[in-house]
């Protein structure tokens, strides 16, 4: 088992940042490939960023969304993903999660590649 628990969301300007983080405890958090998604309000969950495992050589992976704009990181050493959101736009506005997976490496955008997911955190955009 993993446990995932989001936090850094909260209420910002059109053209702002943000940096989410994800706490992961369990299993050996670096066999894992982490992903980022969100869901907006009537909207089906999407995928936004991912990092693969370090055997996997630790590579990103972004929706045509997220290019240029959000940065997805991790620290194996602290067990934690981290997302780096700039230049925010009120599209941006949704709840986002964190998950684990440990299946294909050229499949990270799938959401059911995913075993292990977080509660959300939300992030607002105002504009």
């Known amino acids: 088992q993993v446990q995932l628990v989001e936090s850094g969301g909260g209420l910002v300007q059109a053209g702002g940042s943000l940096k989410l983080s994800c706490a992961a405890s369990g299993r050996t958090f670096s066999n894992y490939h982490m992903g980022w998604f969100r869901q907006a309000p009537g909207k089906e969950r999407e995928f936004v960023a991912a990092?693969?495992?370090?055997?996997?050589?630790?590579?990103?992976s972004y929706a045509d969304s997220a290019k240029g704009r959000f940065t997805v990181s991790r620290d194996n050493a602290k067990n934690t993903v981290s997302l780096q959101m700039n230049s925010l736009k009120p599209e941006d506005t949704a709840l986002y999660f964190c998950?684990?997976?440990?299946?294909?490496?050229?499949?990270?955008?799938?959401?059911?590649?995913?075993?292990?997911w977080g509660q959300g955190t939300q992030v607002t955009v105002s504009s």
């Open positions: 990092i693969r495992r370090s055997g996997s050589g630790a590579t990103t």
């Open positions: 998950a684990a997976g440990s299946q294909i490496a050229s499949a990270v955008q799938l959401e059911r590649m995913y075993a292990y």
